[in-house]
């Protein structure tokens, strides 16, 4: 465990936790972000390099509360791929605590910037402005469409203003 604190637990993710919790995992997500955009089981279960060091689990006594699955693409950058928190969590600070914590575990890899992508509909931009993250600018969300390989989507992401997809980023440094 990494950090405990009165009523929360914050834990890394690994293979095993996400086969050991995986039907909450799979509520809480659904209730999170409706059928369309819900995660299924090959999704929690995807094999990334560095996922099992760099995700995290956040637990009330055997109750899942939260998660953050986040990998590392280079040896560079950690990447979030999903966060969510119980929606009666949701307020107490725990996404923050999640973020905090995969960071931890990105720096103790030896990466130094967090990136993640989020669709402008979900509204979460003053959460991860809140937790340090900012816009990416036109130029590295250039940058990021080459090393993800994801040129050819480039429409989706530029213009930043308009775009239905917004690229974060932060300094680990
Ligand atoms: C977004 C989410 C992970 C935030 O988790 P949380 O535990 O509720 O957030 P915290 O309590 O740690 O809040 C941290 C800060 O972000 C702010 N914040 C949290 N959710 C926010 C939101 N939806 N919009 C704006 N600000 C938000 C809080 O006010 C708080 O600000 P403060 O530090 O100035 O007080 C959670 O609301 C969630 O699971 N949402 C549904 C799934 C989702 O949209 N995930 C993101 C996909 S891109």
Not at 6 to 17: A, E, S, V, Y
Not at 27 to 36: A, E, P, S, V
């Amino acid at each position: 465990m990494i950090h405990t604190d009165k009523d929360m637990n914050f834990g890394i993710l690994d293979r095993l936790r996400v086969e050991y919790h995986l039907r909450q995992i799979i509520q809480l997500d659904r209730n999170c972000f409706g059928g369309k955009r819900a995660w299924n089981k090959m999704q929690f279960l995807a094999d990334l390099p560095g996922k099992w060091s760099l995700s995290l689990l956040a637990k009330q006594l055997n109750e899942v509360q939260g998660f953050a699955i986040a990998s590392c693409f280079n040896s560079q950058f950690v990447h979030l791929h999903r966060i969510a928190v119980a929606n009666d969590s949701q307020g107490r600070g725990v996404g923050k605590e999640l973020i905090r914590a995969v960071e931890a575990a990105a720096k103790s890899n030896g990466l130094t910037a967090f990136t993640l992508e989020c669709p402008c509909d979900l509204k979460v931009d003053d959460f991860y402005r809140s937790v340090g993250f900012r816009q990416a600018s036109k130029e590295f969300t250039h940058e990021y469409l080459c090393l993800k390989k994801k040129v050819e989507s480039a429409h989706l992401y530029l213009p930043i203003d308009g775009s239905s997809r917004r690229i974060f980023l932060k300094s680990l440094t």
